[in-house]
């Protein structure tokens, strides 16, 4: 099971529970050394658990800037395909009454079909949307070099062949990106052992400083974690729903096909 399968607010939950718990323990197992840890200064202990929350810090941001790069990506390939298929459809317009008809219906229903893959919540049925895109895009691109092989050679006749080939270009980098494009879990486990290590610093500085109670900020700052680790989560899997991808550029040129 991947963390994509995990709901978001179990997620939540779970990783706020993790850094309570692993800061309890650093807590336990500082007090219960403390007898033999009569030299140990707060400065010292407080320096190297300082050193491993500020790498956890950089992994989160490193992580974190390459899920929203990620995002930016998808945003532009949804611009990028509204102009492809626009640029298509316009087109049309210089072939043969017969495929020119039937090339408009196809395009309509492709654009719905693509507005419908790309909203959250669809990924089971994602496999049979995709089918049937790339039967659409078959067929269109069967009458652009239909038309070519009746005598059309010119250059509006190769313009269309062009914007039918980009069309399938972008989805077949959209949906890449959708489907391939997922931090590693490798990555995952690394971040979570460092956030439990610097936890467990955390809660073992509480006890050094001789801290007999646990403050409240220390939750504050579990769910504080657990927000921004549930935010890279969103991000890096916008079929959530959460930070979902806006399709209003697909729906706009609809709204001019309708």
Known sequence: MSIDDIPLWLLFIGTTLLIVGTIQVGYLVAKRLRPRLVGEKEGSVGALGGSVLALLAFILAFTFSIVAGRYDARKGLV???????????????????????????????????????GKAGYANERPEVLAQLRAIQTRLWEIAVENVRLGDNSDISAGYVDAVDDMRNVLAVRVAVALGSRLPSGLWLILYALLALGMFAVGYQTAIADSSRRSVMMVVMAMSFSIVICLIVALDNPERGVIAISQQPLKDLQAEMQ
């Open 79 to 117: 611009r990028e395909q509204a102009v492809a298929i626009r640029s298509a459809y316009a087109r049309t317009e210089f072939l043969p009454e017969a495929p020119r008809a039937e090339s408009k219906t196809l395009y309509q229903q492709y654009l719905t079909l693509v507005v419908h893959a």
